[in-house]
């Protein structure tokens, strides 16, 4: 059994590890990967927030997907019906990127991993952290699984971005309670026929399918077109047996889904997610800070998940070199107290979406342009920006609005 050390050890080659370990290593430390896939991996997750574009920046990981050609997204919109509500990024109310890209999450993750091979980052892919034992400094040994072979890896610090691997909450029982219902996705990519006839392929369309139940439609650089049906159990439960019954089915339900999809070609067979938001009880500790999906998930609707796993990557990595060079850092104030407060903004709107109320909101007539802006700014991952009201108390600006705009509908409907 071979015996390594590292300044800081990162569990996990998602964005989330790779941003911060790009950044810790800019600052000169050394930073070792362990990632139990081999790479290119499928995942999921592929519609990103214009904010992740300063995250990947500051890590210097920009270039390296700019390569890519990935599609370009300039926003997100929103059908019901024939009604359509269009978000542009450049009409944001916060000051920041107005487009990103749409993306096939293999290749994005592989061009980020490969990125930081090319920094002469170490990253050891099939390798798979089995046991975590931390001393009362912070420091630790990690026990890895490489191809049947066991390593410790003793380190300073470590970052777990191991996403739904969750390595620091299960070890040290850190396992939060979501307050979200359980929800499951049955997804899959297909060809269309006629992609160039519908809208344009630069954004997220997101259809209201029934009350609480949704259709992802995510065009990729790829001539593949992402789709996927969220919704509660029941949802799936009345629309077929199989996944493939399911999607099938349901990619008929719709008048616009059955004329865009119903002659499309699957690329692979549809295949579900379920039960997927998680909380962790505290987001760091002695010798450790947790990143990206393995803090908090609450709901894939607003496309939040790529833009936590690398926002908070990038506050971690920031802090963390602060640390290593012997500063104080307050990490309940600097770091959870900060997620939290993006955390919380997504958690409103995640459930005014399936109570209802922003459905009320998004497809309103004549929409106030100021809150409309205001709104589009969360929705492109700007949820820190305490000038919003939609951010700084995001449940009241919700009820208010939409008390405003059932009273202006009772008006107008009372109009002889
Ligand atoms: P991951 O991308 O999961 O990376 C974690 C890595 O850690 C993995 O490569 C894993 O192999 C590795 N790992 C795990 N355990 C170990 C271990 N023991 N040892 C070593 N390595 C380990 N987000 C968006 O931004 N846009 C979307 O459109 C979107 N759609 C979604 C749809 C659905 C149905 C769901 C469920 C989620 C969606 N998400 C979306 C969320 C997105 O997939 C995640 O938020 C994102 O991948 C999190 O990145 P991460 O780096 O934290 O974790």
Known sequence: MSKEETDVLVIGAGPAGCVAASIIHQAGFNVRVVERERFPRFVIGESLLPRCMEALEEAK??????????????????RRGNEVTDFNFSEQFTEGWSWTWQVLRADFDHALASALQKQNIQVDFETTVTDIQFQDSGESVTSVQRKGHEEKINAEFIVDA???GRVIPRILKLEG???????????????????????EPNRIIVVVYEPSAWVWIIPLSNGVTSVGFVGNPDFFQRNGESEAQ???????GLPYLKERFGDAVLVFEPRKLEAWSSSSERFYGNGYVLTGNVTEFL???FSSGVMFATASSQLAGKLLIKKLKGQEVDWEKEYTNVLQKGVDTFRSFVNAWYDGTLEKIFFTHNPDMLIKRQITSVLAGYVWDENNPFVKNPDDALRVLVRKINSRDKFLTQQP
């Open 299 to 301: 709901d894939p609707i």
């Open 177 to 199: 309670s979501s307050q979200l219902e359980p929800r499951k996705a049955v997804f899959a990519h297909v060809k269309e026929k006629r992609r160039d006839a519908y809208e």
């Open 246 to 252: 399911q999607f099938k089915n349901l990619a008929q």
């Open 162 to 164: 191991s996403g739904s």
């Open 61 to 78: 990981l920009l270039d390296a997907i700019k390569d890519k050609n990935f599609q370009v997204k300039y926003g997100a919109k929103f």
